[in-house]
């Protein structure tokens, strides 16, 4: 904790940045929220500890042309991995201050809890990706465990019929509030989709047949890009599962094209290349 | 004396309410708990906290048809939005019975909400005194209390063997079961006690610090979603669009917030509150300025439900205490 604070007092009084984004204590005294620190003196509110599971690389997206530093953990730093890939942010706009991490808990509003966040038991990237300042000691990374798609497989097993009812039971409760697009590094698009009038993709109505459609959309839109931070359920104020989704997203793509998003910053998400080997499955 | 419903009775009440009306009550859903449509009383919580939505949204819902226009035989006919049921609506918080009295001031003025002011007449509201508070709970600083009965038609106080019950309108008294009510001398439990947050001055404050860069600083954090609009009783921003269903026209409402990109854009693509900062201060000031400019009080009901939900902690206790204390200008 003590070195993020020296490492961000130092990037703020020598003007390397003009912003470390961090966190800080939210107002329940227990867990964390995003901090933005603009002056050196400020840096000792900065803190990082177990409830410290928000992706803050969001924030980039809004200080595109400033110099920011950011505190991030190893799924955080995938998403940088993709923003980086797809343009929106300048490597050398960012100082990245990487957290070893072991995984961290779920929490809620005044609630931490004991047990770490379900993502975090089948990650076994310790390390951030990426980074210009390394925090904690980096473990021996284990050979890379083939991904547990065990959730999914659940849902997988399940009929047409009963998948159906599952989602929907769960769409239904949705009330649009759209945290789910708001908090992730990988929704920025200038008009979204379903804000769009003309075409009209999605009408205004909050029900289930409109946000069957927000929903599966949203989750195309991220396939092969959707890094894991999983912000999106944890903001969904309905407990709808949505990682689920996006895990199932993630294994198609893992399995079809062997590819996991952020885990380098040059390659191309399969979605957003084509390479004349690929099969068209035309004809064949 | 105190009129005491046993919680055997209190069953056998609703149950005999679900047959003359829709009954509405709290319902346990993936870990969650929701105002809904109760055929069987034993699918009813009782041992809920709060709801995670209001019971706004059986007033205001997140969506509903205004009318609808068809064309039948070479005319063109206007229909009216669907009859609305009789309807009770069971374990409202005191927060959010006030809640639905600030609903009324802007969609009863005149010219009232007809949709609105129909789904008013037909509702009869139980309320539930709260026996507990909670760290964000903070209604007595919004002009309300957890066993205030001045919104509800009959208020329900649980005590060791059942609950007190209290008619507070003529609509309430009209469907107490006085066959099940027994007299008593037990006395109300002390309400429990909860976070506070002064709002004395806070209009001016709000004014004096218009151009502050405060606010630009909290929308930093901000990630400019709808949550702590629709999880809040008293927020009621709309939007209203036409459908066509295979020649049926619909005209349809639905939430909206001020948080929404585009909200405030019009015409040519201006926003006249572009940025993060004024989109976000817009939401403090509707609610501790223009509201109570217009209405007389301030549209929040210190429900605590946005400062519980906000995935990044905006909590307007703590805004409404930094504004107090920022030193911007006096204001008009």
Not at chain 1, 191 to 212: K, Q, T, Y
Not at chain 2, 72 to 77: A, R, T
């Amino acid at each position: 904790m003590q070195q993020i604070r020296d490492k961000a007092k130092e990037l703020l009084t020598s003007q390397a940045v003009d912003c470390v984004i961090g966190y800080g204590r939210a107002t329940d005294g227990v867990t964390s929220r995003p901090l933005f620190v603009y002056e050196p003196e400020q840096v000792e509110e900065l803190i990082f500890d177990k409830t410290c599971t928000h992706n803050l690389t969001k924030y980039l997206l809004n200080r595109r042309g400033k110099k920011t530093g950011i505190v991030v953990k190893p799924c955080d730093s995938r998403a940088i991995n993709v923003l980086l890939n797809e343009e929106e942010i300048k490597r050398d706009e960012v100082y990245i201050i990487g957290v070893v991490c072991d995984g961290v808990v779920e929490t809620r509003w005044n609630q931490v809890g004991e047990e770490k966040q379900a993502r975090c038991q089948y990650c076994h990237q310790h390390t951030p990706v990426v980074y210009d300042f390394l925090v904690g000691e980096p473990p021996e990374e284990s050979p890379p465990a083939p991904e547990d798609y065990a959730a999914v497989a659940e849902i997988e097993a399940k009929s047409l019929s009963e998948r159906e009812a599952f989602w929907t039971e769960h769409f239904d409760r949705c009330c649009r509030c759209y945290a789910c697009r708001q908090v992730c590094p990988g929704c920025y698009c200038t008009e979204c989709f379903v804000d769009r009038l003309d075409p009209l993709w999605v009408g205004i109505r909050i029900a289930p047949e409109e946000n069957r459609i927000w929903h599966t959309i949203r989750a195309f839109h991220l396939a092969g890009r959707c890094a894991g931070c999983n912000e999106c359920e944890r903001v969904c104020p309905m407990n709808i599962p949505l990682s689920l989704l996006n895990r199932k997203l993630v294994k198609e793509v893992d399995e079809l094209f062997g590819f996991q998003a952020g885990l380098n910053e040059e390659e191309m998400q399969p979605l957003g290349t084509f390479k004349k080997e690929e099969k068209l499955g035309i004809g064949e | 004396m105190t009129q005491v419903i046993s919680k055997s009775d209190l069953m056998v009440w609703l149950g005999r309410l679900s047959e003359s009306h829709t009954l509405i009550a709290p319902v346990n859903d993936a870990e969650i708990t929701l105002f809904r449509r109760v055929s069987n009383v034993e699918d009813i919580a009782l041992d809920f906290t709060n709801t995670t939505l209001s019971a706004k949204e059986w007033f205001f819902p997140p969506t509903e048809t205004l009318f609808s226009v068809e064309r039948k035989d070479g005319q063109v006919e206007l229909v009216p939005a669907e009859k609305m049921e009789e309807s009770v609506i069971f374990g409202v918080r005191p927060c959010d019975a006030l809640g639905i009295a600030l609903l009324d001031r802007p969609f009863l003025n005149e010219p009232a909400d007809a949709i609105y002011r129909r789904h008013r007449d037909k509702t009869i509201l139980i309320g539930l005194s709260c026996r507990e508070a909670h760290p964000e709970c903070f209604c007595t600083s919004m002009g309300t209390a957890p066993d205030d009965p001045s919104n509800v038609d009959v208020l329900l106080t649980e005590v060791a063997d059942g609950y007190i019950v209290q008619a507070v309108t003529e609509k309430g008294k009209a469907i107490l079961p006085q066959d099940l009510l027994k007299e008593s001398d037990v006395t109300p439990p002390s309400p429990p006690s909860l976070s506070t947050v002064s709002v004395e001055g806070i209009e001016d404050a709000m004014l004096r610090n218009f151009d502050s860069i405060y606010w630009e600083r909290l929308a930093d954090r901000c990630l400019h979603c709808n949550l702590c609009a629709y999880v809040c009783p008293a927020c009621y921003c709309f939007d209203v669009r036409d459908y066509n269903d295979k020649g049926k026209i619909q005209r349809v409402r639905s939430w909206e917030s001020c948080q929404s990109p585009g909200f405030t854009t019009i015409a040519g693509g201006y926003d006249r509150r572009a940025g993060k900062g004024p989109h976000l201060r817009q939401r403090f000031s509707h609610k501790l300025l223009y509201f109570p400019r217009e209405f007389g009080s301030a549209a929040c009901t210190g429900c605590g439900r946005c400062v519980k939900v906000c995935p990044v902690n905006i909590d307007i206790r703590e805004v409404i205490a930094d504004v107090q204390n920022l030193g911007g200008k006096s204001g008009q």
